[in-house]
């Protein structure tokens, strides 16, 4: 098992490993809420009532189950599912699409401002990480929008450790969300560690299937959190990731720290 000092740098995703998204005083996921406002907004609008009754448990599905990681995948699999959307290939160009990520985006920010709480200790880990070393070695890589990870990093007291080019988010790779390695690429890149330097000493860290997929195709070291799947859900996956843990103080064990 290597420890923190085995490695060069940290990558971290945000939402569900930095910030939860499912804090427990709300009763959906955060983003799963301003997505849903968007979908029955637009189903308003324009008289479709399979949007304007499109249902929480079939939108919470749309993410977890879209092809790719990003707001875009799951209004696209939202779509396809109100029988809207007939090609699995994302259109980036629909209409519908378009307008529900436009009114999504912003429902939430208030949302996020209200109600965002960070994974129960990630601020420290980060911290700790930076005291430890990796101050200015950390990086984000996200499919959030700048916005949402910039106002994500200031609620949980750590946007001053993340330097502004080491924060990767989707308007760097918009149409190559992750499973697609170039969120983890973007991010090691903006580092600027030495060229020999292996991929496999820069450790990320995510909670999702498909972020997992993207950083071990980027050539990373990959740390699983379980905020959303178990650990044997995250072993049992096609891509598993070299470590998983159930908190960050189980991480900060198992580095060392």
Not at 50 to 70: E, I, M, R, Y
Not at 75 to 96: C, E, H, M, R, V
Not at 115 to 121: A, D, I, L, S
Not at 143 to 159: K, Q, Y
Request: aromatic share 8%.
């Amino acid at each position: 098992m290597p420890k923190y000092s085995d490695f060069a740098a940290a990558i971290f995703d945000v939402d569900d490993t930095l910030i939860s998204n499912f804090p427990p005083d709300y009763p959906m996921g955060l983003h799963e809420e301003s997505r849903l406002q968007a979908v029955h907004q637009v189903g308003r609008t324009h008289g479709i009532p399979a949007l304007a009754h499109f249902g929480a448990q079939d939108n919470h599905d749309a993410f977890k189950n879209a092809s790719v990681h990003s707001m875009e995948g799951a209004t696209w699999a939202i779509l396809q599912k109100a029988g809207l959307a007939g090609s699995d290939s994302i259109n980036y160009a629909d209409p519908f699409l378009l307008e529900i990520v436009k009114i999504k985006d912003k429902l939430h920010k208030d949302v996020l401002l209200a109600h965002g709480r960070e994974v129960p200790g990630a601020a420290a880990f980060v911290r700790a990480l930076a005291a430890h070393g990796f101050q200015g070695k950390m990086a984000v890589a996200s499919t959030g929008s700048r916005r949402d990870i910039l106002l994500s990093l200031e609620i949980i007291g750590v946007a001053g450790l993340f330097p502004d080019k080491q924060i990767v988010t989707k308007e760097s790779f918009f149409e190559h969300p992750k499973p697609h390695p170039m969120a983890f690429d973007l991010a090691f890149k903006s580092l600027g560690l030495p060229t020999d330097t292996p991929r496999t000493k820069v450790i990320a860290f995510e909670d999702d299937p498909r972020g997992i997929m993207s950083a071990k195709a980027a050539g990373l070291y990959v740390c699983g959190i379980t905020t959303r799947y178990t650990k044997a859900e995250l072993a049992g996956q096609p891509v598993a990731p070299d470590l998983i843990c159930d908190s960050y103080e189980e991480i900060a064990v198992a580095l060392g720290l």
